[in-house]
């Protein structure tokens, strides 16, 4: 009884591992190949295959299942001194998003996603300084950057496609000096800078003594205007007031010289100033009488 027990649990066992070798489940996110003694059967789950993710059955022990990642994946290359085309050397900062495409053809020539990820590094790499080293420096900088990452993607897509791999877009994240010669290009700027500084400085110093050699000469032109209109003024108005004294005068000769007279006392005497004079004198000769008799 007890050893017609263990070929029981023998069987159950085995049954159980065979049971567990057939088989395999294949998740959204991941894409399958079933190999049998090593060779490749069919594909689960990726693009070009029927099959879709989900619960799949084997032969145990005789086929077995490798699994790739069927997203976008990244890659980020470390940062690589290039050579550009005006022999200006920068270090370049890149990185990558790809995804494998076919699995088989992923599997003959890669094997696994880490001999991918390799191939993938050289093949940038190379793609990179070959690239960009037909670009100038200004150029990779800022003027042509875009331009530049689309090539550098199409000629990395060439060289990837035996992979089976698809290149979904590749970017410059930066690409900077050396330190050494972007101190150098800093000083050159700052010289640069410095001499426009001067150069503004001087037209601006030009400038301003013209503006103010102009505004004088302006002044001077108005002023001169002003006193003309002012003396031809004043010698209208004092032919004016001779003219209205003479007929003053001719009208009443006696008033005028008494106004005139009036206007002499309220001249000269102002409120405490003492003045010794005859009062025979003419100049009050009317403080005695308004006719003006002595």
Not at 123 to 148: A, C, F, H, W
Not at 186 to 196: F, G, I
Not at 244 to 250: E, R
Not at 286 to 291: I, R, T
Request: overall charge positive; proline content about 3%.
């Amino acid at each position: 009884m007890q050893r017609t027990l263990i070929i029981a649990g023998v069987l159950a066992a085995a049954a159980l591992i065979i049971l567990a070798n057939s088989f395999f489940i294949v998740p959204v996110e991941r894409q399958a190949i079933v190999l049998r003694f090593g060779q490749a059967q069919y594909v689960v789950n990726s693009d070009t295959s029927q099959g879709k993710a989900g619960l799949y059955l084997k032969a145990p022990f005789v086929e077995n299942v490798i699994t790739y990642d069927r997203r976008n994946l990244g890659f980020d290359l470390e940062p690589k001194e290039i050579i550009a085309a005006d022999q200006q050397r920068l270090i370049v900062d890149a990185i990558a998003r790809w995804r494998i495409k076919d699995p088989l053809q992923f599997f003959r020539s890669a094997q696994t996603e880490d001999n991918g990820r390799s191939q993938l590094q050289t093949y940038m790499t190379s793609t990179l300084q070959g690239e960009l080293g037909k670009v100038n420096q200004p150029d990779i900088i800022s003027g042509q950057r875009v331009s530049v990452m689309q090539r550098i993607r199409t000629e990395l897509q060439i060289n990837m496609q035996q992979f089976g791999v698809e290149i979904v877009d590749v970017r410059i994240r930066q690409a900077d000096l050396p330190k050494e010669n972007s101190d150098r290009v800093y000083e050159r700027m700052k010289s640069q800078l410095r001499q426009k500084v001067n150069q503004y400085q001087a037209e601006g110093e030009q400038i301003f003594k013209t503006k103010v050699g102009e505004a004088d000469k302006e002044v001077a032109v108005i002023l001169g205007d002003a006193r003309k209109l002012s003396e031809r003024t004043r010698g209208e108005g004092d032919a004016e007031r001779n003219k209205i004294y003479a007929a003053a005068y001719n009208r009443d000769a006696e008033f005028f010289s008494f106004y005139r007279s009036l206007i002499a006392y309220e001249t000269a005497i102002k409120a405490g100033t003492p003045m010794v004079l005859s009062p025979d004198s003419d100049f009050f000769r009317y403080f005695g009488d308004q006719s003006g008799r002595r």
